[in-house]
């Protein structure tokens, strides 16, 4: 007799591994992490040559003593935009760190909030521009924020 063992892959709650493809342009890897004090996360890294490209998801409990709007963030580059139909005060702005250049998304469903991150490690890459990063970053917001409902 023959026995098959099988072993889990890890795997993101809020998004397959074939959407997050779709989006970097590539293979990507998955690191998967939970914490009682971050949340849950997922990055989804694709490398091109020296180029590498960020999805990353967060999601958090809410601390329901600190109902109320979520603050947009103070590392915004941009004037934060509110994105209607994005689970309850989402907002959408670009970041700039020296290691990543992008989009984020912030938004809240119930008593979790969540973050999407996507942009890369190079500023203005022409293979992903800050239109389609910012198309894609809401893509993937709608999908979570679906997820969470």
């Known amino acids: 007799m023959v026995s098959a063992m099988g072993h889990a892959e890890t795997s993101c709650p809020w998004l397959n591994n074939a959407t997050a493809v779709g989006v970097l342009g590539g293979s990507a890897s998955l690191t998967v992490q939970s914490t ?13 040559e020296t180029t590498v490209y960020d999805l990353q998801i967060v999601v958090q409990e809410i601390d329901p003593s600190a109902r109320g709007m979520i603050p947009a963030p103070s590392h915004c580059l941009s004037k934060a935009i509110s994105l209607k139909g994005i689970g309850n005060e989402a907002i959408i702005c670009a970041v700039d760190f020296s290691f990543f250049h992008g989009e984020r998304v912030t938004g809240r469903v119930r008593d979790k909030k969540f973050v999407v991150r996507l942009g890369s490690n190079m500023k203005k890459d022409p293979a992903m521009t800050d239109e389609m990063l910012q198309l894609k970053a809401k893509l993937i917001a709608e999908q979570v924020a679906g997820s969470l409902f």
């Open 36 to 48: 009682a004090v971050a949340g849950e996360s997922c990055l989804f890294q694709y490398q091109k």
